[in-house]
Nanobody
Framework: QVQLVESGGGLVQPGGSLRLSCEAS????????MGWYRQAPGKQRELVAV??????TNYADSVKGRFTISTDNRNTVFLQMNSLKPEDTAVYHC???????????WGQGTQVTVSS
């Protein structure tokens, strides 16, 4: 059972930056794709960014050029968020998906609020 723990959320003004972290209970990056999803009130959960086990990345159109996903090659995945907008306000969840079986694990989420 993989456990994921997010941190780094908070309140930030528009145009500001935050870095989210997700620590996995073990080194899983060689066999899991890692992603960040977000869910705003009244909306469905949506994919923000993913880093595949072989290192390629994909981003939602709404965050391209502003957000960057990365790992420390051990057990932590990061989401660097720059030029934040009010519409980025949501609970951000870390996700791990096994590259072969597609077994999926979720973190509990961290709140990001962008407001002046």
């Amino acid at each position: 059972q993989v456990q994921l723990v997010e941190s780094g959320g908070g309140l930030v003004q528009p145009g500001g930056s935050l870095r989210l972290s997700c620590e996995a209970s073990e080194n899983i990056f060689s066999i899991y794709h890692m992603g960040w999803y977000r869910q705003a009130p009244g909306k469905q959960r949506e994919l923000v960014a993913v880093i595949h086990k072989w290192g390629t990345t994909n981003y939602a159109d709404s965050v391209k050029g502003r957000f960057t996903i990365s790992t420390d090659n051990r057990n932590t995945v990061f989401l660097q968020m720059n030029s934040l907008k009010p519409e980025d306000t949501a609970v951000y969840h870390c996700n791990a998906q096994h590259a072969i079986t597609a077994n999926t694990y979720w973190g509990q989420g961290t709140q990001v609020t962008v407001s002046s």
